[in-house]
Structure formats: C-alpha cells, structure tokens
C-alpha cells in the first residue's frame, strides 16, 4: 500500500475511527485501525463489534493494500507533524512508514485477516434527515437515560416515526424526556427502534463530524447511517420500550412560568445546601404569589431563594432531585419555562414556553 494525502483530512479521519476501536481482549485486532486502499479509493475502518465505521478519505493511491496499525500510536503521530500538510502512507515490509518532506516514522503493523467487515443494513426503507436535526434529536433526550444495563431498553434511546416527525425518548425511570423533529419530506414508515446509550456518544460525534444529509437504514437488529464519506452502523436493541404516555398527567393542577436563566441560577445556588439525595423543595404559594426553592443539609445549613414567576392554579409543596431538573436546560432553547404540576406525588412536567416540541417529566422525591 502506498497513498499520499494532506495532513487535515487524515487526521481528522483517524481520530473520528481512533474513538470508536477499543480494548478487546478476545479478538486484539480490533484495538487497531483498518486502513485500505483499493483502486483510486482510500478507506479508514474500525470497529468494537458494537459500532463500526468506515471513512472515505480523499488522497492520491500509489498502490493498493491493507494494513492495521494502532489508531492512537497513527493519531498521535500525525497529528504533530509539521513543516509539511502533505503526508504519505506506505507499507514497507510489514511495516507502516508514515513520512512527509522532514518527517519519517515507522509503525509496527499487525496481522489484519481476522479485522471483521461492516455488517451491511439491508433494507428498501429509507429516511433522509439532516445531520444536525438527528443530533438534536439524540442530545435532547440521551441524558435521560439509564447508565445501568440490567434493563437494556431504559439504557436507550427509544426513536419512533409518527406521521413524518421523528420522536426521540429516554427514561430512567425517575425523569424522562420527549423530543420530536419535524421531517420536511415524508419518510417511509419504520418499526421503533432502540440505539443503546454506550454508543450514543460516538454517534453523535460521528455525524457532527459528517454534517450536511444523512441517509439512514435499519434492519432487526442494526442501524446504519451513510454519507458520501462515511459509513457508521451500530447495533440496536432487541426490546420493549415501557408505554411512556401512561405516565404523563392528563391535566394540571399548578403551573409556573419562569425565566431559564434565573431557574438555572437558583439550583446552582441551592446545591451547594443539597443533602446527599440532591434534593431540593419547590414551594408555590398562589395568595402571596410566591415560588421558593430551598434545599437543607444538616451538616452544612439551609437556604432558600425567591425566584420571579407568572402562577395559575394550586399551592403546593414537592420535592425533587435538583440534578435531574437542572438537565434538562440544556434542551431548552427559549427564555422562559412552565413548570407543569399535578398535584403531591404526580411528576412535574417541564416545557420550553411556546414550544411543543420537547417535554421533560420528573418524578418528585418522598421527604
């Protein structure tokens, strides 16, 4: 193999693939990247087994070849030469030479036969979506999912089409969050699928990295997602996403309509109190038209803030872990938010105002 190319796309092309190769101690080869070229085209591939993804790099091919070499030892070295952008890539008794004008280096190859392909996603139903749109999609709600893998479908993301919007939703069981994006093309109708949560991460920086439209495939058990330079597939999860809907309040006893920024200021505040439940108290008061937020530790003291609000409805006083509320903000694009309550021991259900498209629902804490 021999191929030359500029210094800018390589290195951007190893270290998207550099991220997703890991440690296997089953199968090594795997802890490497697959580097290929094969007629005027050079490919970069890795893999986990659980997500794989293949980039098309835009270089001049000299000769054809395959070779696997350490992603991080390829990155790390690329990644600090200078004086030239122009790198060449060549194979030289089983050994990768990695050179420029000033440069020479020689990195240890290892046997690739046993490098695994891609699998491919074969299905006549296709989605055409922006990049950034399913990156929205996915950033809205990931947070919301379970970090514990005993029940593999709560340690998701859980994506369902209806009626060309794609619905993005995750749960712990203890808050949950819905996003949904509107498609401007109809799509073809598709089964819900569920993306684990340990892959999210890499897919999201994958497609950051892809930007532009993105054509999407899925099958049983396998997303992929293709450009006109990258291929990604990850695994899905074969299971049963609890019927969420059950769970949202039909209708609201109080609401409370507040700025983002002052609601942000005031749990920042008021964690530094919080005890070792991270819980904080919401006090609404409709006579006084007050709302307060106060957290107590006994070892550290207490504190409680008075925070601006609009108020309808019910008084009332419920407690919540102040982490999962302060979450969900960063999903929240406009000014202000309602904080939607159903009453003692119901879930508060949080909205940016005048947007449909996104809600967070949080369970409240016993005292």
């Not at 390589?10 to 190769?21: C, F, G, M, Q, Y």
């Not at 291929?231 to 700025?259: A, C, H, M, W």
Request: glycine share 4%.
């Amino acid at each position: 193999m021999k191929i030359e190319c500029t210094k800018e796309n390589l290195v951007e092309s190893i270290a998207v693939a550099e991220k997703i190769s890991g440690k296997n101690l089953t199968l090594p080869v795997l802890n490497n990247l697959l580097l290929e070229a094969k007629g005027d085209k050079f490919f970069i591939r890795s893999t986990n087994l659980d997500l794989g993804v293949e980039i098309e790099v835009q270089c001049k091919v000299h000769r054809e070849g395959t070779v696997a070499v350490s992603g991080s030892v390829l990155h790390g070295l690329v990644s600090t030469l200078y004086n030239s952008n122009k790198v060449n890539l060549e194979v030289v008794n089983n050994n990768l030479v990695v050179s420029t004008d000033s440069n020479n280096a020689l990195i240890k190859t290892v046997p690739h036969d046993d490098f695994p392909t891609l699998p491919t996603v074969e299905s006549s139903k296709n989605i055409n979506i922006k990049a950034i749109d399913f990156i929205n999609g996915l950033k809205s709600v990931w947070y919301s999912a379970s970090i514990s893998s005993i029940k593999q479908e709560l340690s998701s993301v859980y994506i369902y089409n209806n009626d060309s919007k794609i619905v993005f939703v995750s749960t712990d069981s203890f808050r949950l969050a819905e996003k949904t994006i509107q498609i401007k093309d109809k799509i073809d109708d598709f089964e819900p699928i569920l993306i684990p949560l340990s892959n999210i991460g890499e897919i999201i920086r994958v497609l950051e990295y892809v930007g532009g439209n993105i054509d999407i495939k899925l099958s049983n058990n396998q997303i992929s997602f293709i450009s006109d330079k990258i291929y990604l597939t990850s695994r899905l999860i074969n299971g049963n996403f609890p019927d969420y809907k059950q769970i949202i309040p039909k209708e609201y006893t109080t609401e409370v309509v507040i700025l983002k920024q002052d609601m942000v200021n005031t749990l920042k505040n008021t964690n530094v109190f919080s005890d070792k439940f991270n819980q904080v108290s919401f006090s609404v008061n409709p006579a006084e038209k007050t709302f307060t937020v106060s957290s107590k530790n006994e070892n550290i003291g207490e504190v409680t803030d008075a925070v601006d609000s609009a108020i309808t409805g019910e008084g009332l006083n419920i407690n919540f872990n102040h982490k999962y509320i302060s979450d969900c903000f960063q999903s929240i694009a406009q000014d202000s938010v309602s904080f939607e309550f159903a009453g003692l021991s119901k879930p508060v259900v949080v909205r940016g105002v005048g947007d449909p498209s996104f809600f967070y629902l949080v369970m409240p804490m016993n005292k």
